[in-house]
């Protein structure tokens, strides 16, 4: 009797064994898919990928995201403050102090839009010791016209472009497909826009191409809560109240919905920092806000 249950036991584990190996490659494997596909085919081939919850083909997701953008951009500051509480402010000063730029630094704000991460960029250096001493520069990169646009408004009115010893470059360009050379800047920030697009690797593989060796790359993106009431409480507010809120601000709930759903769809903390990693980014981090309704990757090319 004693035999018959050791030898079941052995049979139990060595099916264990196998299954942990079989998991550990086939995580390792979907990881490398994920990076650089984020997608699936269809029966004829076409490859589709996710629009929040819905199944788009790839083309149609990068023209969808675009629409979402061009009809919110002249209230996209204004929603961010509302749906946030303006919660949002702290997350991305922290994005910068984490950061921490220094003199001469020339960044790559990718996804940049209305100049949140820029200004808050420059206002970091401007408020630190000699800044006048080094000129420095900072490219804005979005793929949709009406933000970038809202964004250089904002920098005028914020005194940003008679500014001499700052340089702002506004760029209309696909974070997939980056129109600099290799190794042109020596910081990449990417806030709450990786999400939007349609391959995750490509953006981080461009990413990595245009920085300087020992450059830094970072990213701010919602994330995945790590506590479960609070889940429930924000899965709440997120899919009952953001819609509405989008209607009367923005005069549109359909954004907002896809904002949410698309939320849920970006990899687990996790997930995202293998991905960055196969990417070729070394000592890549991540650091959670507020319980991970927020998460702060960064990573260096060495």
Known sequence: MYMWLLIKYRRKMEKRRLLLNLTKNKRITLVFEKCFSDATATNNNEKTTHFGYKT???SDKVKEVYTVFEKVANSYDRMNDAM??????IWKDIFIQRLGPTHGTKLLDSAGG???ITFRYLNYLK????????RSSVTVCDINKNMLDVGKVRAKNLGWTDQNNF???WKQCDAEKLPFEDDSYNAYTIAFGIRNVTHIGKVLSEAYR???????FMCLEFSHVDNNILKWLYDQYSFQIIPVLGTLIAGEWQPYQYLVESIRKFPKQEEFKDMIEVAGFRNV????????????HSGFKL
Do not use: M, W
Request: negative net charge; proline residues 5%; contains cysteine.
């Open 84 to 89: 946030s509480f303006g919660i949002h402010r």
């Open 56 to 58: 788009v083909k790839e």
């Open 114 to 116: 209305t100049g949140d």
């Open 127 to 134: 408020n630190t010791p000699n800044y006048q001493d080094v």
């Open 210 to 216: 245009v920085l300087t060796p020992g450059g830094c």
């Open 167 to 169: 340089n702002i470059d």
């Open 285 to 296: 981090t991540y650091e959670n806000l507020n319980s991970g309704i927020v998460a702060i």
